[in-house]
């Protein structure tokens, strides 16, 4: 029994020191932080603001890889293929870890047990506009419109919160809109406003500083507590009870990364996030802050978001591609 309780006591010693040695060699260089985006996306600029403050903590550039394209697949493949040290991370959204899983029908990933989450940053709030020359001023215009005119309108879809959020529109207004799909977030709004698409629900890091400057219209956000990035414009739920939809944004490693590794990471995101500086630049970008404590915290938040997003698209009847 004495000789057990021995082994035992040098197989946990050992397991702590393994773990506080891959913990004080981590960083052993560079950290690539892929975006499943395209560079101007709001995913790319928050991970720009946060990836340079935690290269300053981890005493190692934080590098941004954007990997647009294919909803977020194309991001996916390049951190499965790459070592799980966490010197290789992904900042992504629920397009890859929430929605995916009920809009692709032969997903080459597990969002659960393919990655290892590390800490959710926080939320990115969603508008429904309009081409500012547009004579449609309210949500509930929009839908008389959509209704009086079936066919005629179309969204611009280039992510999976756009696409929920449009289809669910049209589907608990019972109107004829039609989506139109986009690689990357600044074009869609860029043919926004030349009209080629009538509507996008488009994400206020992209496209807050050109709602705030009237270069197109805000008709209601996405969220049903509202956005303070846009204090005026009220929530689609005042029009369409119970809508609410906002896209979250967090940092995973591959799978099996160490646990001293994630336990340093989050460490450091905590410190990051907690940073007035980077708090008010995320603000200016249309980006609220609301990090997880723990790993653990998030990996509940995930899995709670992966069943959530599939209500959404089963309710809206989208099918899967």
């Not at 000789?3 to 981590?26: F, H, I, N, P």
């Not at 390049?78 to 692709?104: C, E, I, R, Y």
């Not at 506009?129 to 611009?156: C, F, M, R």
């Not at 369409?240 to 590794?261: E, H, K, Q, R, Y």
Request: charge should be positive.
């Amino acid at each position: 029994m004495k000789l057990k309780q021995w082994l035992a006591g040098v197989v946990a010693s050992l397991a702590v020191a393994g773990g506080a040695w891959a913990q004080a060699g981590y960083p052993s260089g560079p950290v690539t932080l892929i975006v499943p985006f395209a560079a101007g996306s709001g995913t790319d600029a928050v991970a720009r603001a946060v990836g340079q403050k935690l290269g300053e903590r981890l005493k190692q550039p934080v590098v941004v890889d954007n990997r647009a394209g294919a909803n977020a697949q194309i991001a996916v493949a390049a951190v499965l293929k790459a070592k799980p040290d966490g010197q290789t991370l992904f900042m992504t959204t629920n397009t890859s870890h929430s929605a995916n899983p009920w809009l692709v029908k032969s997903l080459k990933y597990d969002p659960i047990k393919d990655f290892t989450p590390i800490a959710r940053v926080g939320e990115l709030p969603f508008a429904l506009a309009v081409n500012a020359e547009s004579t449609i001023k309210s949500v509930q215009e929009l839908i008389d419109y959509a209704k009086a005119h079936p066919g005629k309108l179309s969204y611009a879809t280039p992510n999976s919160t756009s696409l929920v959020a449009s289809e669910t529109l049209r589907f608990l207004t019972k109107t004829d809109i039609v989506g139109v799909p986009y690689k990357s977030s600044p074009q869609a709004l860029t043919d926004l406003m030349g009209n080629q698409v009538q509507m996008y629900v488009v994400d206020l890091g992209s496209g807050g500083s050109m709602l705030k400057a009237g270069k197109v219209r805000a008709l209601g956000v996405t969220a049903a507590k509202g956005s303070s990035q846009l204090p005026g414009v009220p929530a689609i739920a005042k029009t369409l009870p119970g809508f609410d939809i906002t896209s979250w944004n967090g940092i995973f490693a591959p799978a099996g990364t160490p646990p001293a590794v994630v336990n340093r990471i989050n460490t450091e995101l905590q410190a990051v996030l907690a940073d007035p500086e980077v708090q008010k630049q995320l603000a200016v970008i249309g980006f609220e802050v609301w990090p997880t404590k723990t790993p653990q915290e998030f990996a509940k938040y995930v899995a709670d978001q992966l069943q959530y997003w599939g209500k959404l698209v089963k309710q809206a009847d989208i099918p899967a591609q």
